[in-house]
């Protein structure tokens, strides 16, 4: 079997070639390793080349609500009043720790979304002389 690192742009899409042309290789046959192995080089270089960024917080908040037919409502226990559901919705008032321990238990939210919050910006107020 003679298989060579992806180390390359080239490399990479001759070996997605490759992949293809051996999809309909059966298990445990010697293009079924093959095909295996290729896979496995081209997932590495995936996922140093080509990673996937996280959606950030309120994304997968309203993708599990959309996803569960979930409400504001249904919300309330981990997030708080409604009016605080609205506002993380609105992106004008950030998760806490504990908001989102409760959306990961609650509605099986991953963490790691959750924890890559757009923070909303403060608007410094001006005051303009009497």
Do not use: C
């Not at 504001?72 to 981990?78: F, I, K, T």
């Not at 009043?81 to 993380?88: H, L, P």
């Not at 410094?124 to 002389?129: D, E, F, I």
């Amino acid at each position: 079997m003679d298989i060579h690192p992806v180390k390359s742009d080239a490399d990479y899409r001759r070996t997605l070639q490759e992949i293809e042309t051996l999809m309909t290789a059966g298990p445990g046959s010697e293009e079924g390793d093959r095909l295996d192995v290729l896979v496995t080089l081209v997932e590495a270089y995936e996922r140093q080349h080509f990673p996937l960024d996280l959606p950030d917080a309120v994304e997968a908040i309203k993708f599990r609500m959309e996803q569960q037919g979930l409400t504001v409502d249904d919300l309330v226990p981990a997030i708080g009043r409604k009016n605080r559901v609205y506002e993380i919705l609105a992106r004008k008032r950030p998760l806490t720790v504990r908001m989102m321990q409760a959306l990961s238990q609650q509605f099986a939210i991953p963490a790691e979304s959750l924890l890559n919050q757009q923070v909303p910006r403060r608007t410094a107020s001006v005051r303009r002389p009497a």
